[in-house]
């Protein structure tokens, strides 16, 4: 059996790390037991052009395996061409990377490694919502600057007491965001998501369900997207929608880059109507040198934490990933039945209802 892995380069840090696994020197520390087992294993960062190792090593073989920190943006053409593949595996969670409805067509599995890093992305959205409200890198910066001019940071400071926060998307990782906002007193929480939550949970967690997606922005003072990247969601956060935030809200998205129009929100950044944007997820990753979002600012210079995607790839993530792939292949080598809850496509189509009502 032929297996493909599209992980990131490690480089150095992973030469030092060995807990660094999602990358191509350690390998989700799957190469010792494929080879074991007699099968071929071809691990890769190179995934773009038609002489990528992704693209050449597609047409064979029989399991993709691909971390959406470095994707391998499988295509429905590269599916037509992917005759030997039967199931992707995503070392992590967001399975978008791969052109879902034509894995339905083609007869491919998807899964990915569920729950895996979901705390870990979760903190990461509290931290990116407080370092926005909070105007830290600006302050970081002027420290680094050798300056100290403490109006010029306090007059865009606030705190997040007092203020809404709606999440849309509440399912793994928007429900754990909520549950960590809970000690922030924050005025109310809201979400907005086809699947309601149930009552004990939304009562748990204090949280008020909004049904139009325009009300619920329009109450909002910062909003944090958690939902997958499908039809239905790319291009969600456009420039029409942005005009019915608040005026100065904050957004975070950690969910996929291209759930938001790129440049209607540097624009809206731009012109104040939102105050920061903070997030991990680019459109196309790794992102271009000259990418928008790198520097886009708001009015008084600052509003930006946007980082590489790593929120959900912290060490103690790998780890759970790591783990979760194997187990995904142990499963599918042996042909016993795989965890429902980590199958996006199933043998009949969608097993999972979190990828778009239809
Ligand atoms: P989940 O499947 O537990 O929850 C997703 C929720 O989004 C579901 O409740 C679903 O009903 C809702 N949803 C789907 N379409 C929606 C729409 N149009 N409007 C509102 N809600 C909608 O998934 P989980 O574990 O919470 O992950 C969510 C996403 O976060 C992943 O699909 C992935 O794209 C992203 N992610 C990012 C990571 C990072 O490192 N930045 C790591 C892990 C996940």
Sequence with gaps: MKVLAILYKGGEAAQQEPRLLGTIENQLGLRE??????????VSDDKEGPDSVFQKNIVDAEVLITT?????????????????LKICITAGVGSDHVDLNAAVDAGIEVLEVSGSNVVSVAEHVVMSILLLVRNFVPAHEMIERGDWQVSDIARNAFDLEGKVVGTIGAGRIGYRVLQ?????????LIYYDYAPLPDAAAKAVGARRVADLKEFVA????????????EGTRGLVNAELLKSFKKGAWLVNTARGAICDKDAVAAALKSGQLSG???????????????????????????????????????DAQARYAAGTRSILENYLK???QEPQNVIIGRKGYETKAYGQR
């Design 33 to 42: 037991w494929l080879e074991s087992e007699g099968h071929e294993f071809i």
């Design 68 to 84: 959406p920190f470095h994707p391998g943006y499988l295509t429905r053409d590269l599916v037509s061409k992917a005759k030997n």
């Design 180 to 188: 960590r906002l809970r000690p922030f007193d924050c005025k109310e």
């Design 219 to 230: 109450q909002c003072d910062v909003v944090t997207v958690n939902c997958p990247l499908h």
């Design 277 to 315: 944007y903070s997030g991990d997820v680019w459109d196309v990753q790794p992102a271009p040198k000259d990418h928008v979002w790198r520097t886009a600012k708001n009015p008084l210079g600052g509003g930006n934490g946007m980082v590489p995607h790593y929120s959900g790839t912290t060490l």
């Design 335 to 337: 042909g016993t039945d």
